[in-house]
C-alpha cells in the first residue's frame, strides 16, 4: 500500500523553510522555482486540452553558477505527438550542455498538485540522481515534494547498460 505525500501550503513560510532545508537549496531558489514554474505555464500550446503546464530546472552550469531552465507544454493535431513541460526543459537543458540538476518544478491550473506522467518521470531519470526532488505546485502553489527514486521505483536507468560502444553486443 501506499500512501500519497502531504500537500504543503505555499503561504506557510516556516513549512517552506523547513523543505528548503531538507532540500539543500535556499527559500529565494525555491520562490524563483515556484515562480518560473507558474510563469512558465503561459507559454504552454496546449489549443486541444487547455491543460497548462509550466516546469523549471534548478541547474547548476560547468562553471557551478545557478541558471533556471524553463519549458511548457506543446501539443500537436495529431494528440500522441506533444510533448510535456518537463521533456520540453530537459531537452533545453541538456542540448545546452546542463547535466547538473538540483530540483525540478512543475505547476498546473489544478488542485492538489498533479505530478509529471509516466514517460516524464522515465525522461528524467535519465539525467537526475534518484535523490532529485520534484516539487509539484498546484493552481494555489500549495506543493508537493517527492523525489525521482519515490516517483519511479525500482526505475531503470542508464547504469543498466554496458557503457555506449562497449563490444560484444
Ligand atoms: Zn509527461
Do not use: W
Not at 101 to 123: E, K, L, N, W, Y
Amino acid at each position: 500500500m501506499s500512501t500519497n505525500p502531504p500537500i504543503h501550503s505555499g503561504a506557510d513560510a516556516a513549512q517552506i523553510a523547513s523543505t528548503c532545508a531538507q532540500l539543500n537549496i535556499t527559500t529565494t531558489e525555491f520562490a524563483e522555482l515556484q515562480r518560473r514554474a507558474t510563469a512558465a505555464k503561459a507559454t504552454a500550446y496546449c489549443r486541444y486540452s487547455r491543460f497548462r503546464v509550466g516546469a523549471t530546472l534548478l541547474c547548476a552550469d560547468d562553471a557551478g553558477e545557478t541558471v533556471y531552465v524553463p519549458g511548457a507544454n506543446v501539443e500537436n493535431a495529431s494528440y500522441p505527438v506533444g510533448t510535456c513541460a518537463e521533456r520540453v526543459a530537459f531537452g533545453t537543458a541538456v542540448t545546452s550542455g546542463i547535466r547538473n540538476f538540483r530540483a525540478i518544478a512543475v505547476a498546473t491550473d489544478i488542485s492538489p498538485p498533479a505530478s509529471p506522467c509516466g514517460m516524464c518521470r522515465q525522461f528524467i531519470r535519465e539525467f537526475c540522481s534518484l535523490q532529485t526532488p520534484v516539487i509539484m505546485f498546484d493552481k494555489n502553489s500549495d506543493y508537493v515534494v517527492m523525489t525521482i527514486e519515490q516517483l519511479l521505483p525500482m526505475s531503470f536507468g542508464p547504469e543498466a547498460l554496458p557503457p555506449p560502444g562497449a563490444s560484444g553486443y
